[in-house]
């Protein structure tokens, strides 16, 4: 079973950065693709970001693609960190923003894919 903790929402204004952060802890993590997902209020949780287990081929949804950078950090066998760097927001990245962590090809994976998920973190932008 994997352990999610996700840290670094917070309130910032539009054009603003903010750096998310996801503890991973698990068996298979450090061979799994790592992920974020967002869920803005009354609405669905959606992909956001991927990135495979060699921390390279990152992969982002349309709306994040030139604003967000995932990557991550495999120094621990048991733990792995994913990041999430954004830029220049929008009051549409409002969001609860969660990661997750899945074997095999890093795609936009549907929900269906992740049995458990952390606590998420807060992203509020203001216009």
């Known amino acids: 079973q994997v352990q999610l903790v996700e840290s670094g929402g917070g309130l910032v204004q539009a054009g603003g950065s903010l750096r998310l952060s996801c503890v991973a802890s698990?068996?298979?993590?450090?061979?799994?693709?790592m992920y974020w997902f967002r869920q803005a209020p009354g609405k669905e949780r959606e992909f956001v970001a991927a990135i495979d287990s060699s921390g390279t081929s990152p992969q982002y949804t349309d709306s994040a693609k030139g604003r967000f950078t995932i990557s991550r950090d495999n120094a621990k066998n048991l733990f792995g960190i994913v990041f999430l760097q954004m830029n220049s927001l929008k009051p549409e990245d409002t969001a609860v923003y969660y990661c997750?962590?899945?074997?095999?090809?890093?795609?936009?994976?549907?929900?269906?894919?992740?049995?458990?998920w952390g606590q998420g973190t807060q992203v509020t932008v203001s216009s």
């Open positions: 698990g068996r298979t993590v450090k061979f799994s693709g």
């Open positions: 997750n962590v899945a074997l095999g090809v890093v795609t936009a994976r549907p929900l269906t894919d992740f049995s458990s």
